[in-house]
């Protein structure tokens, strides 16, 4: 990486507020291969998939996440081409939105840690029709050994730390959301 | 969609209380969140905010880097709505810029800019039920363009209406364009509304009344900006967005940055 973070900055001006997305992103934010950091079934490909509930356990059909990933190396990309996917360049970013019955799915690979010691994670964004504004959290591996030296996952109780560790399944990786409720989501702010 | 009783007198009442509880907050020193996650006059809200405070995290490498987008991804025509057809779509034309700035400042370069809108009518091309207003043949909606060296975008589109919305009897929302913004680090993504000025359903409007602050209900409010005005063709409108949220800086200053 040619260009190191030295600090950090958060800025002092005003954030503009966000807003909800809406019912009627359907048209305009979805495209085709969104979803797909890789083709499917490629080698080395997972499947990244869930559902995404309300507080009384209903699933949410007008939802959309967002990851934001390391490569298999842990490599940050900064390759464009999210957009029109050519199917050869990762760049670790992929946009899913979830379908009627609440689901949604990513082809991608395993992140990599981006440093010794460091925990590989998705970074994952949340929108939805009646959310005022973006959520945002981490999906960890499940059994990664640098989990249990991770400063976020060791502050957090057990209950709240399973909300944050994605299952193994056949295909990959099964991780789900719930807006609310008793198994809530853990997110996070980074202020 | 589901039949209900409250007016907007009902709605009205919820938006001033909590308006009015806000304030009582702040000056105890603890400004509210904004907008407000858990706001129940925007009645789809109730089952989908969060109930626990979010958790502080330290962002690690990934989170301090953006998503990476360019030219191969957007066509510039993409910027100009009013081109889907074979004809010109009904409305009054108007061009939309402003720049993408960083909690410090500094531009947005090269980044994507998404937004979507209604028609002229408030008619939105989507499946769901809406209220039948017409569809425009030559209006889709949809938008995208990369920013420039000064963090700027630009879109020429048309002034969307108001639109009806079933979240309690006489429901309507403002004008608005929806944007969809990513920043210099995944941490700055945001997802907002652009409205137009002086608007006289701002007050009755719980998504834009979920900024309890007047101050930053004002900064998604768009300024009527005769120097963006194309003769004999466009009203021009102009509106800054700033992201914030940690993010990397450099060792070396980026060209232009000086
Ligand atoms: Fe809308």
Redesign the interface.
């Known amino acids: 990486m040619s260009?190191?973070?030295?600090?950090?900055?958060?800025?002092?001006?005003?954030?503009?507020?966000?807003?909800?997305?809406?019912?009627?992103?359907?048209?305009?934010?979805p495209y085709e291969g969104d979803a797909d950091l890789v083709p499917p079934g490629s080698p080395g490909s997972i499947r990244l998939h869930g559902w995404v509930y309300?507080?009384?356990g209903?699933p949410?059909p007008d939802a959309l996440l967002?990851i934001?990933?390391?490569d298999a190396d842990g490599n940050?990309?900064?390759?464009?081409?999210?957009?029109?996917r050519d199917g050869w360049t990762f760049?670790?970013?992929g946009r899913a939105g979830t379908d009627l019955h609440g689901h949604y799915s990513f082809s991608t690979v395993l992140?990599g840690a981006?440093?010794e010691g460091?925990?590989p994670?998705f970074?994952l964004?949340v929108?939805?029709?009646?959310?005022?504004?973006?959520?945002?959290t981490?999906i960890y591996l499940p059994e990664h050994p640098a989990n249990a030296g991770d400063?976020?996952l060791v502050?957090?109780s057990e209950d709240?730390r399973a909300t944050l560790v994605a299952t193994a399944d056949a295909t990959g990786l099964r991780f789900d959301i719930h807006?609310?409720g008793d198994r809530?989501?853990?997110?996070?702010?980074?202020? | 969609m589901t039949a209900t009783t409250e007016t907007q007198a009902d709605l009205s009442a919820e938006i001033a209380k909590i308006e009015a509880d806000a304030e009582g907050q702040t000056q105890e020193g603890k400004p509210s969140?904004?907008?407000?996650?858990d706001?129940p006059p925007?009645r789809?809200?109730?089952?989908?905010?969060?109930?626990?405070d979010?958790?502080?995290?330290?962002?690690?490498?990934?989170?301090?880097?953006?998503?990476?987008?360019?030219?191969?991804?957007?066509d510039p025509l993409e910027a100009d709505l009013t081109i889907a057809g074979s004809n010109e779509p009904i409305g009054e034309r108007i061009t939309v810029s402003g720049r993408v700035?960083?909690?410090?400042?500094r531009p947005v370069r090269n980044q994507?800019v998404?937004?979507?809108q209604?028609n002229s009518a408030g008619r939105?091309?989507?499946?769901?039920e809406q209220h039948p207003a017409p569809l425009d043949p030559n209006f889709?909606?949809?938008g995208?363009c990369i920013t420039d060296a000064e963090g700027r975008y630009r879109f020429q589109t048309i002034k969307p209406g108001p639109y009806p919305w079933g979240n309690h009897i006489n429901a309507w929302r403002p004008a608005h364009i929806?944007f969809?913004l990513f920043g210099r680090a995944?941490?700055q993504?945001?997802?907002?509304?652009m409205y137009f000025p002086s608007d006289p359903l701002f007050a009755l409007d719980p998504?834009?009344q979920?900024?309890t602050s007047q101050?930053?209900?004002d900064?998604?409010v768009a300024r009527y900006d005769h120097d963006l005005s194309v003769p004999e063709y466009s009203m021009g409108y102009s509106w800054d967005?700033?992201?914030?949220?940690?993010?990397?800086?450099?060792?070396?200053p980026e060209e232009g940055d000086l």
């Open positions: 260009t190191i973070p030295t600090q950090i900055a958060s800025g002092s001006a005003s954030a503009t507020p966000g807003q909800t997305i809406g019912p009627f992103f359907g048209y305009a934010l309300d507080g009384a209903n949410i967002e934001w990933q390391t940050v990309p900064q390759a464009e081409g999210s957009l029109h760049t670790g970013w992140p981006a440093g460091r925990v994670f970074a964004t929108f939805a029709r009646g959310l005022l504004d973006k959520l945002q981490r400063p976020l502050s957090l709240e807006l609310q809530e989501t853990t997110f996070l702010n980074y202020g | 969140r904004q907008p407000l996650l706001y925007y789809s809200s109730i089952l989908r905010h969060p109930t626990k979010p958790r502080h995290a330290d962002p690690e490498t990934i989170e301090l880097w953006a998503p990476c987008f360019g030219h191969s991804d957007v700035l960083d909690g410090e400042g994507l998404e937004i979507w209604a939105y091309v989507h499946k769901r889709t909606g949809v995208r929806h969809s995944f941490t993504r945001l997802i907002t509304q998504i834009y979920s900024i101050k930053d209900r900064a998604l967005i700033v992201v914030t949220g940690p993010s990397r800086t450099w060792t070396e």
